[in-house]
């Protein structure tokens, strides 16, 4: 299938994400119907006055029956359960993708619910922010982000090649990796943060952190994200971020012991280190495009 044939859409999940990529979609494809599901009547009320998608569904089997591309966008705890009940009623040839943090258990469950005639492939659109649901839903939030597409030995190449240039449309910046290398990778860099802005809101005494600056505020701002969400994450990428907090601890270990003995060149170099390549990195994502210059 290309992009020109492409007719309908089903995003399953109607929160931040799929609120937005209904929105997106609209504007990069005006042409294409968007079906919508949520299993809350609240919200798809909501999805429908905000204009999120065009036909809205409280079945998911209902919502796919009839698409050709069916992007999951709610929490990653649900994919399981919306796979199982989606299987059957998938067109022949249609693509599924969808939008979480771990890619490995997913690839495991389209593998035992899916069969031969669906394409799952999938993505993470890097993009979002602590708030949650349809209501903080923008057109522009994909625009200038990065998305990773994990294909397997089995995806056709034609698959990825639709994908690339969906999310491309939507205004991001494409590459791909294996699911076990995107878990890997995103454990420290996603993960990971969002355990220790927790632990050092959680290290601190509600008397004394009003008096934080905007400096712990900036640090801890993740810690605000919902529990439940990112309980579901990490669990579906426990090794991996185990991993990660077991490298962070090393390095803490090693700023202590210098701190102990006093060992003020050590600790120069530990911070001029961070910042040489924390600055190295802000430049890099200006010169891409994805902060403002």
């Known amino acids: ?31 294409i119907k968007r079906r919508g599901y949520s299993h809350r009547a609240v919200t798809r009320n909501k999805a429908r006055d905000l204009g999120s998608v065009d036909e809205i569904y409280p079945d998911v089997a209902d919502a796919v029956s ?68 349809v209501d903080f839903a923008r057109a522009d939030l994909f625009f200038g982000a990065p998305c990773i597409l994990t294909p397997t030995k089995q995806t056709q190449k034609t698959t990825i090649a639709f994908l690339k240039e969906f999310w491309q449309a939507l205004g991001m910046r494409v590459q791909t990796m294996t699911a076990t290398e995107h878990d890997r990778v995103l454990a420290r860099i996603s993960h990971l943060p969002h355990l220790l802005a927790s632990a050092m809101v959680n290290v601190s005494d509600p008397k004394e952190l009003l008096l934080c600056g905007k400096g712990f505020l900036d640090t801890t701002r993740i810690a605000s994200g919902p529990p439940n969400v ?39 170099k530990m911070l001029a280190d961070a910042q040489a390549k924390r600055n190295t990195l802000v430049a890099q994502k200006m010169k891409r495009k994805e902060l403002p210059t």
């Open 1 to 31: 299938m290309e992009i020109k044939d492409l007719e309908k859409v089903s995003v399953i999940g109607l929160g931040l994400l799929g609120g937005s990529l209904g929105l997106a979609l609209n504007s990069s494809f005006p042409r």
């Open 66 to 133: 009839e698409s050709q591309l069916v992007i999951l966008a709610s929490p990653i705890g649900t994919f399981e359960s919306l796979m199982q009940k989606m299987a059957g009623h998938l067109p022949d040839g249609c693509i599924v993708t969808d939008v979480g943090s771990t890619k490995v258990l997913p690839v495991r469950w389209a593998r035992k619910y899916f069969n031969r005639n669906i394409q799952f492939l999938g993505s993470h659109p890097i993009a979002g922010s602590e708030q949650r649901g």
């Open 230 to 268: 990112w309980r579901d994450i990490i669990m579906a990428n426990t090794k991996n971020t185990s991993v990660a907090i077991g490298k962070l601890t090393k390095e803490l270990v090693r700023m202590q012991l210098a701190l102990d003995q006093e060992k003020e060149k050590a600790i120069l």
